[in-house]
């Protein structure tokens, strides 16, 4: 039986799209159950739906904190029985509670080589600081926003002339490489959470993760 993926996400769903792309040409043994948006109206969920997928609304203004929120996308969640989460671009800082209660299978994706920049506006930070590459980085979720064990990291050059949305477009590329590559390892019980950090194939992975170059 294909394994179950539910995606949360508050945009665009490019990386949601990677998904689908990769699963429809079979690199990826898994179905998507459920696409979940804390937004109204996003492509994202066009893109699930034109791909048939089911897809929920749960907006955060409709809940007095930020707890009760996450409460209530836990219960949607679990209906579905999910062998991994992923967050594509769900800008909604989590709870401890609900990062807990999924730990060891909530994978987050963010566009810079990590420890660089977590948070907002990386491209812009990385050309204010003058880097000489850029990239993304595919992690576990942990209570603390973007650090979380690394599971693996493409590497992009900052060219003469790029601006925040050129080096994006760049990063985006690899972004829908290694994001399905690091959840189909996760799906073929390759990757795993240890106390440890991110360990692939039985060994334990760098602070880095695993550098993918291609």
Same mark, same amino acid.
């Given at each position: 039986?294909?394994?179950?993926?539910?995606?949360?996400?508050?945009?665009?769903?490019?990386?949601?799209?990677?998904?689908?792309?990769?699963?429809?040409?079979?690199?990826?043994?898994?179905?998507?159950?459920?696409?979940?948006?804390?937004?109204?109206?996003?492509?994202?969920?066009?893109?699930?739906?034109?791909?048939?997928?089911?897809?929920?609304?749960?907006?955060?203004?409709?809940?007095?904190?930020?707890?009760?929120?996450?409460?209530? $996308?836990? =219960?949607?969640?679990?209906?579905? %029985?999910?062998?991994?989460?992923? &967050? @594509? *671009?769900?800008?909604?800082?989590?709870?401890?509670?609900?990062?807990?209660?999924?730990?060891?299978?909530?994978?987050?994706?963010?566009?810079?080589?990590?420890?660089?920049?977590?948070?907002?506006?990386?491209?812009?930070?990385?050309?204010?600081?003058?880097?000489?590459?850029?990239?993304?980085?595919?992690?576990?979720?942990?209570?603390? $926003?973007? =650090?979380?064990?690394?599971?693996? %990291?493409?590497?992009?050059?900052? &060219? @003469? *002339?790029?601006?925040?949305?050129?080096?994006?477009?760049?990063?985006?590329?690899?972004?829908?490489?290694?994001?399905?590559?690091?959840?189909?390892?996760?799906?073929?019980?390759?990757?795993?959470?240890?106390?440890?950090?991110?360990?692939?194939?039985?060994?334990?992975?760098?602070?880095?993760?695993?550098?993918?170059?291609?």
């Amino acid at each position: 039986m294909d394994k179950k993926l539910v995606f949360l996400i508050s945009g665009s769903g490019s990386n949601l799209q990677a998904f689908i792309d990769a699963i429809k040409q079979q690199s990826l043994n898994a179905r998507i159950a459920l696409v979940i948006s804390n937004k109204a109206g996003v492509k994202g969920l066009q893109r699930a739906q034109a791909a048939h997928i089911s897809t929920a609304v749960l907006e955060h203004s409709s809940f007095p904190d930020r707890l009760a929120f996450d409460r209530a $996308l836990m =219960a949607l969640i679990d209906r579905q %029985q999910p062998d991994a989460v992923i &967050l @594509a *671009g769900f800008m909604r800082i989590l709870t401890p509670e609900f990062v807990s209660h999924y730990q060891g299978k909530l994978f987050n994706i963010h566009p810079s080589l990590l420890p660089k920049y977590p948070g907002l506006h990386t491209h812009q930070r990385a050309l204010d600081n003058g880097d000489s590459e850029a990239g993304a980085s595919v992690h576990f979720v942990v209570p603390q $926003l973007d =650090a979380g064990p690394l599971v693996i %990291q493409a590497r992009v050059p900052v &060219l @003469a *002339g790029d601006d925040a949305n050129t080096l994006a477009q760049r990063v985006l590329t690899r972004e829908h490489i290694i994001y399905p590559m690091a959840i189909r390892w996760f799906l073929e019980n390759r990757l795993q959470l240890s106390p440890d950090g991110a360990i692939l194939d039985g060994s334990l992975l760098p602070p880095q993760g695993f550098s993918y170059t291609g």
